[in-house]
């Protein structure tokens, strides 16, 4: 098969053209991300605010910035068991029912007092529960949720360039250094 210049750079093109536009198109047939992940807007919403609750802005930053909402859902979709993704699912209703039931506000819209007051008797609740469950029980939705904002946040742009130092271990290159 003879080919010349002319013809492998339109190949070329069109398999770089092919590279760059294909994974857009095949991304705009997916479903949305509510429906992929199982989380409604409303439940992501919430989790943006617990984790805010959890890590809050300061001089730089909280956890609703990094949209820990969207991560905690898209990691318990797609990175835990079933029965772990249906005890977060029930943890983060009852969450939002005792916020409502204790103080008469939902959760997004009671005070920082209020909601730290629960996640901290949640905290408690948790750590007694992982103190005596079984090996197959699943975690304590609270621990759960924990975890990911932390996992979350430290691992986005913010939490590791903003919240965190970043100091090179072992330190610079050295291709000299005396045993």
Not at 4 to 27: D, H, S
Not at 119 to 135: G, I, S, V, W
Not at 150 to 165: C, K, N, P, W
């Given at each position: ?17 092919a ?31 617990i ?111 903003q ?17």
């Amino acid at each position: 098969m003879d080919m010349n210049r002319r013809e492998a750079l339109i190949r070329m093109a069109t398999l770089m053209g092919a590279t760059v536009v294909g994974p857009r198109l095949f991304a705009a047939t997916l479903p949305t991300s509510e429906t992929q992940t199982g989380f409604s807007a409303a439940d992501i919403a919430l989790l943006d605010e617990i984790g805010e609750t959890i890590i809050p802005a300061t001089d730089i930053p909280g956890a609703k910035a990094v949209q820990i909402g969207a991560f905690m859902a898209m990691m318990v979709h797609d990175c835990y068991e079933p029965q772990d993704q249906a005890a977060f699912k029930r943890g983060l209703v009852a969450l939002a029912s005792a916020h409502q039931t204790r103080f008469g506000k939902p959760f997004q819209s009671g005070s920082v007092a209020n909601r730290t007051t629960l996640l901290n008797t949640l905290d408690e609740e948790q750590k007694a529960y992982t103190a005596r469950k079984a090996t197959d029980d699943p975690p304590h939705f609270f621990r759960m949720m924990k975890e990911l904002t932390v996992l979350g946040y430290f691992t986005s742009e913010i939490g590791a360039t903003q919240a965190v130092r970043f100091i090179e271990v072992p330190g610079s290159y050295d291709g000299c250094a005396p045993y």
